[in-house]
């Protein structure tokens, strides 16, 4: 079973930028897809970004966030630029049993989630 923890959100201005990170730890997640969810308020939670060896986002952060791993260190990265208020939301990383998949029911072990509040 691996456990994941979310960090480094916060609130930032429209047009800031952030860096989230997940990080693994009982078992090491090389191979495995890795992915960011969002949930706002009163919203289902929709996928955010994929990683692999490759990856994938949603169209909404396409050319805006990037995700990462570094293998070493059992950590995957989200790396948000050119915020809106529209990202605000709570951040969630897991783990992906099937690499480009942006449904929840295909990913797990779910970390607690980090809050992005975005201000206008």
């Known amino acids: 079973q691996v456990q994941l923890v979310e960090s480094g959100g916060g609130l930032v201005q429209a047009g800031g930028s952030l860096r989230l990170s997940c990080a693994a730890s009982g078992r090491t997640f090389s191979s495995p897809v890795m992915g960011w969810f969002r949930q706002a308020p009163g919203k289902e939670r929709e996928f955010v970004a994929g990683i692999l060896w490759s990856t994938y986002y949603a169209n909404s952060v396409k050319g805006r966030f990037t995700i990462s791993r570094d293998n070493a260190k059992n950590t995957v990265y989200l790396q948000m630029n050119s915020l809106k208020p529209e990202d605000t939301a709570v951040y969630y990383c897991?783990?992906?049993?099937?690499?480009?998949?942006?449904?929840?029911?295909?990913?797990?072990?779910w970390g607690q989630g980090t809050q992005v509040t975005v201000s206008s």
């Open positions: 897991a783990v992906g049993f099937r690499f480009g998949s942006t449904l929840v029911g295909d990913f797990g072990s």
